[in-house]
């Protein structure tokens, strides 16, 4: 049987091809992914709430596969809402529910991250966004680039070395502008974990990704505590925070 340990719920825009083969590469034995996706035409605010009018639909998609947590994904579509959207999909299926957003979040902090370099694929106004988003949560973005990209399917397209080379630029940037501890590589649907480990060393920074960040949080939420190794030393980092309940 899949997911004879865990199933972890993913709810995916449309666009999406990158997310859900990073987790299954990283994924210990037993844990299998369950998907639903949700239409987004562009990566704007715009197609982010016509998105969510699907959220509930989603869900109780992915629950019907008895998964123990679901996953809302698209970092952006989260800012200003990361608390609703979990409500929502626990009120729809009553099972837990986590965003890639807010489990960034809990890796930042769980990393003791401070000071950040941002990489991403967005355009700057969008940079901007996630940034204050950020600043608001406690840390501070010390320097931010990205590709000036506007279509998600447009992110997924870009090959590993594009963020390696975008993530060791933004952090070389930072480094020089001051202190820094951590360069975030954010968005679901970029290729970043076959470079984390290579940035880590290059840069000597922590490196946090968005779904290196998710990977790491769910497995958190379905007591799954072992290290998984070649994606950065947040995943490499034994996770159980708590005895889980076999009730």
Known sequence: MYGWRARIGHLNPSPATVGMEEWRAAAPPGVSFVGSRYRMERNDRASHDQMLQELERAAREVATAQVDVIVQCSTLAAIGREAEIRERIEAATGIRALTVLGSVVAAL???????????TPYPEHQNAELAGYLTGEGFEVVAAQGLAKTHSAEFGAEEPHVFYRLG???????????????????????????VIEALEWDTGLNVVSSNQATLWNALRAVHVGEPVRGFGRLLSSPRLDRKPNLA
């Open 168 to 194: 060791r630029e933004v952090a070389l940037r930072a480094i020089d502008a001051g202190e820094v501890d951590t360069l975030l590589l954010t968005c679901g649907n970029t290729r970043t974990f076959e």
């Open 109 to 119: 902090r769980a990393t003791g991250a401070r000071r950040i370099a941002l990489g």
